[in-house]
């Protein structure tokens, strides 16, 4: 991902599969929100940063079904 202003672009990259581009990437504050296609699936994500900590809540709707998932990421040092 990068950031230029409050605007974001990237890709998201799951855990398995291919990544998917970021759109409509934006910061206010410390909320991040964007979204992406997951095999042809609207996925919406919003991340909220806490000192070196993003807590993100991924929502996407599938066979007409709405499902959340909440995810965590945590900045590390490289030496």
Do not use: Y
């Not at 799951?14 to 934006?26: L, R, V």
């Not at 807590?55 to 959340?68: E, L, Q, V």
Request: net charge neutral; glycine share 12%.
């Amino acid at each position: 991902m990068s950031q230029s202003g409050d605007s974001v672009s990237g890709t998201w990259q799951p855990a398995q599969g291919d990544p998917s581009e970021i759109e409509n990437g934006k910061v206010v504050g410390e909320t991040l929100t964007f979204s992406f296609s997951r095999n042809t699936h609207p996925i919406n994500v919003t991340g909220r940063l806490s000192g070196d900590t993003i807590s993100f809540d991924i929502t996407g709707h599938k066979w007409g079904m709405c499902k959340t998932v909440h995810r965590t990421a945590t900045r590390i040092a490289l030496n």
